[in-house]
């Protein structure tokens, strides 16, 4: 398959040309003006965006984000102290470990039987 040029594109992409060539020779000054506007309230859009997705993350409310930080912190100061206690009991003491039971069994055979050694098959 050969790719085709976009005519269309190139098309568009001419006719723009000229018309922003045109706008510079005719009035300069407005389409700075424009220019600027457009920048400015393309800043304002992406603020107000920015602040109405970070709000939608945080869940919202201040006072509700305080106040789930004071509980994750009070939980890791908890759960910090439960295991500097532990690491401490577990070095003191050496390591047991368990021995799953096996669940394979001997069988005692009747070593008091003597075998003859001329009914085996391989003689």
Known sequence: MKKQSPVLLYII???AGIGLLSWIMKEPGNLL???VMTAIVATLIFFVARAIL???AYGGNNDEMRKYRRAVKQSQ???QHNTNTNKTRTQSRPIKRRRRPSHLTVIKGNKSIKINDNDRASN
Do not use: C, S
Request: aromatic share 8%; hydrophobic share 25%.
């Open 33 to 35: 003006r424009t220019i």
């Open 77 to 79: 100061k908890k759960y």
């Open 54 to 56: 970070r709000r939608r």
């Open 13 to 15: 992409i001419g006719i």
